[in-house]
């Protein structure tokens, strides 16, 4: 099951990274300050994805390459339109002349639209960006498929869906068979759906469809991270398509409900709008995340008192 933890402090900005259990495979949304992000899990993140470029999401993207370079590999950053001009801006701004051009490559993802992703590469020393191609959808690997949707902060703001990709398990107790290599031929055969396909268990050949009743699909979990976006139904309508369902969302809740008001001029949420759109998204865990910088300890507790008021209601 995909996890989350978000790697900020309070009074720092927000960065969460998502691990993939038993895999070393780790991505991270958003750049903000990050006390709580070892060296070690910087250097095993494979894909960045970034909701926008505001200071608090952004300023440590400087650290985070820091310890990337020289891994050798290949890193995926997603982000908002222009992306890539500001991730070439921030590597260029250094001096790289003792970096092997194979130290690391950079693929730089802009989401231009739902439908249309252009795809960018940067490598080292001299960082100058090649458009590769566009492609219509945005990050699939062996684990996930992620999902978007592009939010109104005044500026576009990338909400992510991480979807773990659904997995087959077989009920050995009420099988009756000894498990051997026709559980993964069943298997195939079940994701394929050839109902047909012979299958041969202890010198007797079955149809593969008299068998999947011993199967089981399970639903991959869907977890979302929903950064900066202003409390309006334009987002909300967003929100619910991609994010309705899913089994964990962590959502920007900025303001306590008292200072609504800077939430609307800023464009973004307060702890009772974030609660309610994910009541009605009926996720079944929320987190609020992302507090004011000014607020304490207490201020914080009301937030999410707040919040899950909203979230909890019938
Ligand atoms: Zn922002
Ligand atoms: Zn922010």
Redesign the pocket.
């Known amino acids: 099951m995909i996890q989350a933890e978000i790697k900020s402090l309070l009074k720092e ?2 960065s969460i990274l998502i691990k993939i259990p038993n895999s070393g495979k780790h991505y991270l949304c958003d750049c903000g300050e990050a006390s709580l992000l070892t060296v070690k899990e910087v250097q095993s993140i494979s894909a960045i994805f970034i909701s926008h470029t ?1 200071i ?2 952004f300023s440590n993207f400087d650290g985070i390459f820091r310890h990337q370079i020289g891994s050798g590999e290949k890193v995926v950053i997603c982000g908002p339109k222009n992306i890539h001009q500001q991730v070439e801006s921030r590597l260029k701004s250094y001096t790289w002349n003792l970096i092997d051009e194979k130290a690391i490559e950079y693929e730089i993802r802009e989401i231009v639209s739902e439908e249309e992703i252009n795809i960018y590469t940067l490598r080292p020393p001299h960082w100058n960006l090649e458009l590769a191609k566009a492609q219509n959808f945005l990050f699939e690997d062996e684990y996930v498929n992620v999902d978007f949707a592009i939010l109104d902060h005044k500026t576009d703001s990338i909400a992510y869906l991480f979807k773990e990709k659904d997995s087959v398990s077989f009920n050995e107790n009420i099988s009756g068979f000894r498990k051997g290599k026709w559980v993964s031929e069943l298997k195939t055969a079940f994701e394929n759906n050839t109902a047909d396909k012979e299958i041969e268990i202890e010198e007797t050949v079955y149809k593969a469809g008299d068998l999947f009743h011993l199967l089981t699909r399970n639903a991959g979990y869907k977890l979302g991270v929903i ?2 976006h202003a409390a309006d139904e334009g987002n909300y309508k967003k929100i619910r398509t991609v994010f309705g369902g899913a089994d964990k969302v962590y959502i ?1 809740s ?1 303001y306590k409900d008292t200072d609504q008001e800077f939430a609307k001029i800023n464009y973004h949420s307060f702890a009772s709008a974030s609660g309610q759109i994910m009541n009605e998204c009926q996720v079944k865990e929320a987190v609020p995340i ?1 507090f004011s910088r000014r607020y304490t300890e207490s201020d914080q507790a009301e937030i999410e008192t707040a919040f899950y008021k909203a979230f909890h209601k019938n």
């Open positions: 900005d927000i505001h608090d999401h950064m900066d920007e900025f992302h």
